[in-house]
Nanobody, 119 residues
Framework: VQLQASGGGLGQPGGSLRLSCAASGRTFSNYVVAWFRQAPGKEREFVAAVTWTTYYADSGKGRFTISRDNAKNTVYLQIDNLKPDDTAVYYC????????????????WGQGTLVTVSS
């Protein structure tokens, strides 16, 4: 499956952004889709994943909402109450089979979309 991430940009602290991950090439509904992020100088980290249910890293619970629209082959990541620490490149990734929070388990990756949170 091929993935295309979009929706990043400059966000204000306390504001919101919605990222999109559009997929093509396979039956998207059969895939686990996750968002990871990599902040400057840090390792890439898991943010959220969606199958028929949703999973979140502790750092994102309450402010991140992952959802999927299988009819549109798209997964979304809503980030509310933006914080400067949310500044990172956000990547979507997909895998077939069981859910995972480990980036090495994901075989398909989007190109990343940059989120910058600053006033």
């Amino acid at each position: 499956v091929q993935l295309q991430a979009s929706g990043g940009g400059l966000g204000q602290p306390g504001g919101s952004l919605r990222l999109s991950c559009a997929a093509s090439g396979r039956t998207f509904s059969n895939y686990v889709v996750a968002w990871f992020r990599q902040a400057p100088g840090k390792e890439r980290e898991f943010v959220a994943a969606v199958t028929w249910t949703t999973y979140y890293a502790d750092s994102g619970k309450g402010r991140f909402t992952i959802s999927r629209d299988n009819a549109k082959n798209t997964v979304y990541l809503q980030i509310d109450n933006l914080k400067p620490d949310d500044t990172a490149v956000y990547y979507c990734a997909a895998k077939f089979g069981l859910v995972s929070f480990v980036e090495s388990d994901f075989g398909s990756w989007g190109q990343g979309t940059l989120v910058t949170v600053s006033s």
